[in-house]
């Protein structure tokens, strides 16, 4: 299992924190958004390229735009499409923790 101890977090607090999270992306940085609860996740399958992980309720190296287009649909979360278009540019997969409210973005 991955460990993400050392990566930055960033808290999503409305849609201007699309800007800090595409900077740090774009510097290609890795790092931890915290979107906060509910965090709903309908389909996070193979359309976006995901791996469920049966324990732990997490999705595994997922197209970043794809998934974050997906999470950006079903939470009303519009800006999180340019932070996935960023995140694909920079070469990253997502980790998606729903339960723990949270995208993970790396490489």
Do not use: K, T
């Not at 977090?9 to 890795?30: G, I, N, Y």
């Not at 732990?56 to 735009?65: A, E």
């Amino acid at each position: 299992m991955r460990h993400y101890d050392n990566l930055p977090v960033m808290v999503w607090e409305d849609d201007r924190s699309a800007m800090r999270v595409r900077a740090q992306l774009l510097h290609e940085e890795p790092l931890i958004l915290n979107m906060g609860n509910p965090f709903v996740v309908d389909a996070a399958d193979e359309s976006c390229g995901c791996r469920p992980q049966m324990e732990g309720d997490r999705y595994l190296g997922c197209d970043p735009q794809r998934a974050l287009a997906m999470l950006a649909a079903g939470n009303g979360w519009g800006a999180l499409n340019a932070v996935g278009q960023a995140a694909a540019q920079a070469g990253f997969v997502a980790d998606l923790e729903p339960s723990r409210g949270r995208i993970v973005l790396h490489d």
